[in-house]
């Protein structure tokens, strides 16, 4: 089972459309998105429609979370500012934001063996938090304990990472950061997301039965940046495409 896993668009419609046509070429059996759709582009109804249409399953990220606190009003919508991202999304689309899911579960038994993938999109504690690549793994642990999560998928930071904890027990616990689809952070520009593939015979302790691949993906990102720089939004958000950073 192939399962595509991917996280932070922020309104990036050139990338998002170029990574769903690199996806349906892979033709996964599963799509899951962990969240922040909107945020620092122009095309966040666009973004939401297309989620919509394709019913994917979708996370609440932080910023899908920070419109709840934004009002937006007719004057908004021609000040300049990094808000304005926020007050061109619709009131259909703000319902549909506020009620997303904290977090996802799957449970799987195969081969007699039990584990669960749980998905959030800073932390299963925190909306808002950075679980990075070299994050404590004390605290990794405990955190993925009191989560029941043997696969802990995770965005937020836009740096994608695969890493493997061995446990005193003798477990291996997974972590996974799918990037970011629309604003990297890592100094590549291309976009990014997962493909997890389950082996029929899995066991979260068979390293050789999970797969992990990361699709990086480049797009029309002058498309993108013009858009910014003709926009109110800060040119900094402009930049921040074209280094990712």
């Not at 007719?74 to 934001?97: F, M, V, W």
């Not at 195969?110 to 070299?134: K, P, W």
């Not at 999560?149 to 005193?168: N, W």
């Amino acid at each position: 089972m192939t399962i595509a896993l991917f996280s932070d668009i922020h309104a990036n419609l050139p990338a998002f459309e170029t990574m769903l046509q690199d996806m349906d070429k892979r033709n996964p059996d599963a799509i899951y998105c962990l969240g922040d759709l909107v945020g620092y582009h122009i095309w966040p109804n666009e973004i939401i429609a297309e989620i919509r249409d394709r019913k994917i399953a979708t996370l609440k990220g932080n910023h899908d979370e920070k419109v709840e606190h934004i009002l937006t009003t007719e004057e908004s919508l021609t000040l300049p500012g990094k808000d304005y991202a926020y007050h061109l999304i619709g009131q259909e689309e703000r319902t549909y934001l506020k009620t997303l899911p904290a977090h996802i579960r799957l449970e799987y038994k195969i081969s007699s063996q039990n584990f669960n993938i749980v998905m959030a999109h800073g932390s299963t504690r925190s909306i808002n938090e950075y679980i990075l690549e070299d994050t404590d793994q004390q605290y990794i642990e405990e955190l993925m304990e009191e989560a029941k999560a043997d696969i802990l998928i995770v965005g937020h930071s836009h740096k994608p990472y695969y890493r493997i904890l061995h446990t005193a027990e003798g477990k291996c616990r997974h972590i996974v950061n799918t990037g970011s689809v629309g604003k990297p952070k890592d100094r590549d520009p291309r976009g990014c997301y997962v493909l997890l593939t389950l082996d029929s015979i899995n066991t979260v302790n068979d390293l050789d039965s999970l797969k992990v691949e990361f699709v990086r993906f480049d797009y029309d990102i002058e498309k993108a940046v013009k858009a910014i720089e003709n926009s109110l939004l800060p040119n900094d958000f402009a930049e921040g495409l074209r280094f990712a950073r």
